[in-house]
């Protein structure tokens, strides 16, 4: 696969850059630092460019790319640590600024061509650097410079290298994605990545993989499984045998809904009511992560008991599992901070089963981020509201009823958090919220309803703003919706006298309370 790769050296903003990439029509991926050159040209990449990162190329000891990248004869654009580490290996001088820039700056331009086509003598851009160049390396010119950073920006036009201080992947530098699409101009990175052609090379792929074999899936009914599973059925059509396990923890009219939703689709969905099974498992358990564990587990056996159940029943051609992993999880950076490839979430994965089944892995969305998946979803006719549902975890209400489970207990949870979705839709703000919900705390509070007391259950109330769920907001929802809501549920839901709102950001807190 072709198109541009992107060496991370630490940024938070790698994801950011690759994904900007994306966004004008070309192919990205994340690479690690120190790939060889040899890898590059295997992988057939028409133009790096090297990310930010919080080391200091004047320390000793910093990731530094292999030299002879810049012998490829391939353009690189450095950003940031990416620019000022192209200063100092090609024999320029880094040296600490006088002054840190930081946030929206003021940059002049020396040049209104190339890099800098379509722009003003004046620009704003977003900074955030203390380290300056301040002795460009040979056969480099300056293109711009700030009030504090006499070279905010260097070209080589003759070998298509290119360094800026600033960020272009921010929204803050509101001529980033100008420059970008320049850069890819330059490198001759035609726009041709996208959706469609997506769809048509990874059916393709699909079907010459899979062939008359059959194909296992796991279907939650959340994004991105039922992408891969409309991908994979149009891909393979009756060969793809979705799995719905009923886990007893989900919410009211889900099992429902993904039953009939993905059926009308004609894929091939099987139906599995474990909820005895997970309610046994997991009496008296109070730990959070116990209930995890217990979930997850079960999950894997509930699945492997399936696919060993069909294989008998005469599905011997069952020989792959499609998984529906998405980029972020298979970024093979190495950066020396973690690196994106830290977040993985172990959660759910149901990794650990080919192996033990003799299973080939698939996984088609593998180069897709979240928002590529939507619209990838979107492309094959899905439905807003499967592409744009809130997400919902893994281990279902388990871990928004605090303490032991019980059945009783799940009822009123699904009660009270069914309302609240019918009225946060009716308010419109169901898409405007990363995710809301109910939960059921374990404890019991003093009411009076008709002139009797009451001694019964608190119903907490979560709503949430957030881009990644790695930062949120708690939701300023209006009084009159969080009154009206109260009132339902109170009302409606036997068991519940006393509902409160959570008003906690993450972090400190989490987004789920368990
Ligand atoms: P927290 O609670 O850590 O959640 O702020 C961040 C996001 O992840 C979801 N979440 C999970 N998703 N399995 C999942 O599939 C899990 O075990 C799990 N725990 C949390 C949560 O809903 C939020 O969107």
């Known amino acids: 696969m072709e198109g541009v790769g992107v060496l991370d050296f630490g940024s938070q903003y790698t994801q950011l850059i690759a994904r900007r990439i994306r966004e004008c029509k070309v192919y990205s991926q994340i690479l690690p630092y120190n790939i060889s050159p040899q890898e590059i040209v295997r992988r057939g990449i028409k133009a790096l460019i090297f990310s930010g990162g919080p080391e200091s190329v004047r320390e000793g000891n910093v990731p530094l790319c292999n030299r002879k990248v810049f012998d490829l004869g391939i ?6 640590y990416g620019a000022q580490l192209m200063a100092k290996m090609l024999g320029g001088r880094v040296e600490k600024g006088e002054k840190r820039e930081y946030g929206k700056t003021v940059i002049y331009l020396n040049k209104r061509e190339g890099l800098f086509k379509g722009l003003a003598e004046k620009e704003i851009v977003w900074m955030s650097h203390s380290d300056c160049i301040t002795a460009l390396p040979h056969g480099f010119k300056r293109i711009a410079f700030t009030e504090h950073s006499p070279i905010a920006a260097m070209e080589d036009e003759k070998r298509r290298f290119y360094g800026l201080q600033f960020h272009p992947e921010v929204t803050h530098t509101p001529k980033g994605k100008r420059i970008l699409k320049n850069f890819l101009r330059i490198a001759g990175c035609a726009p041709t990545w996208n959706m469609h052609s997506f769809i048509e090379r990874t059916i393709k792929e699909l079907r010459a993989k899979i062939g008359e074999e059959k194909v296992l899936c796991a279907l939650s009914g959340g994004v991105d499984s039922s992408v891969l599973s409309v991908l994979l059925y149009r891909a393979i059509g009756r060969n ?11 919410r009211k009219g889900e099992k429902k809904l993904v039953q009939e939703r ?69 970024i093979e950076s190495v950066s020396p901070f973690g690196g994106p490839s830290s977040t993985i979430k172990t959660h759910h994965n149901v990794g650990g089963l ?34 744009y549902r809130q997400p919902f975890p893994g281990p279902g209400l388990a871990v928004r009823i605090l303490g032991e489970v019980s059945k009783r207990k799940l009822e009123i949870l699904r009660l009270a958090d069914w309302i609240l979705l019918e009225e946060i839709k009716k308010a419109g703000l169901y898409h405007h919220l990363w995710q809301s919900f109910c939960i059921l705390l374990p404890v019991r509070s ?15 109330i979560r709503a949430v703003e957030s881009e990644d769920a790695m930062t949120a907001h708690w939701a ?5 919706l969080l009154e009206r809501v109260s009132n339902r549920i109170i009302n409606e839901v036997k068991g519940v006298n006393r509902v409160v ?11 789920e309370w368990e």
């Open 75 to 80: 353009p690189i654009l450095g950003i940031c």
């Open 240 to 250: 793809l045998i979705a799995v719905f396990i009923d886990n007893g923890l989900l």
């Open 262 to 330: 993905f059926k009308a689709y004609g894929i091939d969905i099987r139906v599995i009511n474990a909820q005895n099974l997970f309610l046994e498992a997991l009496k008296g358990v109070e730990d959070p992560e116990r209930k995890r564990r217990i979930i997850g587990r079960l999950f894997i056996k509930v699945f492997t008991e399936e696919a060993k159940r069909l294989i008998e029943l005469g599905e011997r051609r069952i020989r792959f599992l499609a998984q529906g992993t998405l980029y972020p999880d298979v």
């Open 354 to 387: 080919p192996k033990r089944l003799g299973f080939s892995l698939i996984e088609p969305l593998r180069e897709l981020f979240k928002d590529e998946v939507r619209r990838l979803g979107r492309e094959l006719g899905l439905p807003e509201e499967i592409i």
């Open 446 to 460: 003093v009411g009076i309803m008709g002139d009797k007391r009451t001694y019964e259950r608190v119903v907490a």
């Open 476 to 480: 300023r929802l209006p009084y009159s």
């Open 501 to 511: 709102y959570d008003i906690s950001s993450k972090p400190p807190s989490t987004i």
